[in-house]
């Protein structure tokens, strides 16, 4: 079960796909977690009012918004494989090469230190 934010801004897509612009203003309005979304829809709403008799931009205009929001929620990644997971999910990562084989602009300050006979 979701809820929150993730579940306001699954309401108001929803109520963009329906075109039902007052709702999805309703949905966003006066929370600041919300704040970038409601100007998506608020500037759908405002692309509507400017064109009136022309419904078409209006649903276009919708579907932008729609889309700009979806992407606030949906993640990039759609790579579904355990590969790189363990890690993402440990807490230091292991050196890609050995400390002596990295070349001298890639070595950390403290490296070059130890390595400098009588600094």
């Given at each position: 079960?979701?809820?929150?934010?993730?579940?306001?801004?699954?309401?108001?897509?929803?109520?963009?796909?329906?075109?039902?612009?007052?709702?999805?203003?309703?949905?966003?309005?006066?929370?600041?977690?919300?704040?970038?979304h409601h100007q998506f829809v608020e500037e759908a709403a405002r692309t509507c009012l400017a064109s009136k008799d022309n419904k078409e931009v209006c649903k276009v205009a919708m579907e932008e918004a729609k889309d700009k929001m979806q992407e606030t929620i949906s993640l990039p990644?759609?790579?579904?494989?355990?590969?790189?997971?363990?890690?993402?999910?440990?807490?230091?990562?292991?050196?890609?090469?050995?400390?002596?084989?990295?070349?001298a602009a890639e070595k950390t300050d403290e490296e070059l230190y130890e390595e400098c006979e009588e600094c």
């Amino acid at each position: 079960m979701k809820g929150g934010i993730t579940k306001r801004i699954e309401d108001t897509v929803k109520a963009l796909d329906q075109g039902q612009l007052k709702k999805a203003l309703y949905l966003t309005e006066n929370n600041e977690k919300l704040k970038r979304h409601h100007q998506f829809v608020e500037e759908a709403a405002r692309t509507c009012l400017a064109s009136k008799d022309n419904k078409e931009v209006c649903k276009v205009a919708m579907e932008e918004a729609k889309d700009k929001m979806q992407e606030t929620i949906s993640l990039p990644i759609d790579d579904t494989s355990l590969e790189g997971v363990e890690e993402m999910l440990s807490p230091e990562k292991p050196p890609e090469q050995p400390t002596e084989a990295k070349p001298a602009a890639e070595k950390t300050d403290e490296e070059l230190y130890e390595e400098c006979e009588e600094c």
